[in-house]
């Protein structure tokens, strides 16, 4: 039987690139590269088996992304986040939260409601189990996935691209330095407030509860970077 032969596509540059960017960006966003990390570019190159173009293609798009900091005769390095980058992109979310929460609650259906509270419902028994540090990388995982699956309810791509964007600078904060202990009990009250006001349909209420959770989230978040950087 004569042997046959496979023809496989091939995978152009830009698909490579494409890959080697969304697991740059889950290393660096999950805390595998901490801030400050000067990444190995041949170890990248020799573990993913892949050449120094598509890398250095993915590094570009996570440097205009604000993620790593590419400086010549030095190397490329993950970026610390500063205190105004959280500001401003805390801003940036409250403004999306509550300006899409009118179109969320005249689109939300019981199923779309029922799997927010999934969320929040996973979420607490995750924090009842104790908080290690996949746990505690998994708790914040999850409060992100609460967030942007409220604002995706609005059904706006554009909004939730930017929504993304703003996001970064405080979650791999939040999963870098670890907020208090004492901050996710609070937030575990703040999202069954806004559970509870999305439940009643009132969209005042859901975005007064989204601005104290922020503006709390926003401090506690301050305070675990200032934390890191004077010790």
Not at 178 to 186: A, G, I, Q, S, Y
């Amino acid at each position: 039987m004569p042997k046959k032969i496979v023809t496989l596509p091939k995978i152009n540059t830009q698909k490579r690139s494409d890959l080697v960017y969304k697991i740059l960006y889950e290393e660096i966003v999950r805390g595998k590269y901490p801030a400050g990390y000067k990444l190995d570019l041949n170890d990248i190159e020799q573990q993913l088996g892949i050449s120094r173009t598509p890398l250095k293609l993915a590094l570009h798009r996570l440097e205009l992304e604000g993620l790593v900091e590419i400086k010549a005769q030095y190397g490329t390095f993950v970026t610390t986040p500063t205190p105004e980058q959280i500001i401003e992109a805390f801003g940036v979310r409250i403004m999306i939260e509550t300006f899409i929460i009118d179109d969320v609650i005249k689109k939300m259906t019981d199923s779309d409601f029922l799997g927010l509270s999934r969320i929040i419902d996973h979420l607490n028994s995750l924090e009842e189990s104790g908080i290690e540090d996949e746990v505690y990388i998994r708790l914040m995982e999850m409060d992100r996935d609460f967030h942007r699956s409220l604002v995706s309810l609005a059904g706006n791509k554009t909004i939730l691209k930017i929504y993304d964007n703003a996001d970064v600078y405080p979650y791999i904060t939040r999963v870098l330095f670890h907020v208090k202990e004492r901050d996710l009990k609070v937030a575990k009250k703040e999202h069954a407030v806004i559970i509870e006001e999305l439940r009643k349909r009132d969209g005042e209420g859901v975005r007064q509860a989204i601005i104290l959770h922020c503006k709390r989230s926003e401090k506690s978040t301050l305070n675990a970077l200032k934390y890191y950087r004077e010790n």
